[in-house]
């Protein structure tokens, strides 16, 4: 069974930088995306990157901004998140699957981590 344990949230200001990260158990051959959820709002895609080659998507709110990245040789993939704005306040949720089709959709993955809080103020 993969597990994913996601790190790297805090608070920050707007205008700030926050790098997440999430490491999987099992990560060969997995592409992995970033999900988001805010108080009494469904859980929204962020972004997504295929096991091989490393091919990218991201949500139109986060584009110019955000950045997914893998480190296959350490199991991990990583957010970087920069110029963050209050709007960006959530539950940041890692996930993975081995069929990129569904690529922003949650029903698009088979495994969840359990969830980093961001939160930024204005």
């Known amino acids: 069974q993969v597990q994913l344990v996601e790190s790297g949230g805090g608070l920050v200001q707007a205008g700030g930088s926050l790098r997440l990260s999430c490491v999987a158990r099992t990560f060969s051959m997995y592409h992995m995306g970033w999900f988001r959820q805010a108080p009494e709002k469904e859980r929204e895609f962020v972004a997504a990157?295929?096991?091989?080659?490393?091919?990218?998507r991201y949500a139109d709110s986060v584009k110019g901004r955000f950045t997914i990245s893998r480190d296959n040789a350490k199991n991990t993939v990583y957010l970087q998140m920069n110029n963050l704005k209050p709007d960006d306040t959530a539950v940041y949720y890692c996930a993975s699957t081995t069929k990129f089709t569904a690529w922003d959709l949650v029903s698009g993955y088979d495994y969840w981590g359990q969830g980093t809080q961001v939160t930024v103020t204005s």
């Open positions: 990157i295929t096991w091989h080659p490393d091919n990218t």
